[in-house]
């Protein structure tokens, strides 16, 4: 069974950094892309991140481009997720997601982590 657990959320002030990581577990993950999306109170769930197997190809939400930096370490079935010059806007609960598919374009994703709030003080 695929496992997805989140981890390093948090309280900041504005102007801070986080670095989520999401550590997979129950399969191999070969050729798989992984991604980050977000849920804000009262708003649908958005994409933030993704990046291919290799690592090669990332993409990137416009409102966290410059600021966000999504990378992964296979021998660790790891997928992080620095975040820096942080906003309250970026509020909301932060999932991980994979995909048996090897494209940092995805609309959909296969296994969801349970989520991480991070929350940015003004």
């Known amino acids: 069974q695929v496992q997805l657990v989140e981890s390093g959320g948090g309280l900041v002030q504005a102007g801070g950094s986080l670095r989520l990581s999401c550590a997979a577990s129950g399969r191999t993950f070969s050729r798989y892309s992984w991604a980050w999306l977000r849920q804000a109170p009262g708003k649908e769930r958005a994409f933030v991140a993704a990046?291919?197997?290799?690592?090669?190809?990332?993409n990137y939400a416009d409102s966290v481009k410059g600021r966000f930096t999504i990378s992964r370490d296979n021998a660790k079935n790891t997928v992080y997720l620095q975040m820096n010059s942080l906003k309250p806007e970026d509020t909301a609960v932060y999932y991980c997601?994979?995909?048996?598919?090897?494209?940092?374009?995805?609309?959909?994703?296969?296994?969801w982590g349970q989520g991480a709030q991070v929350t940015v003080s003004d």
């Open positions: 990046i291919t197997w290799t690592g090669g190809t990332t």
């Open positions: 997601a994979a995909k048996s598919y090897d494209s940092a374009y995805s609309s959909s994703w296969d296994y």
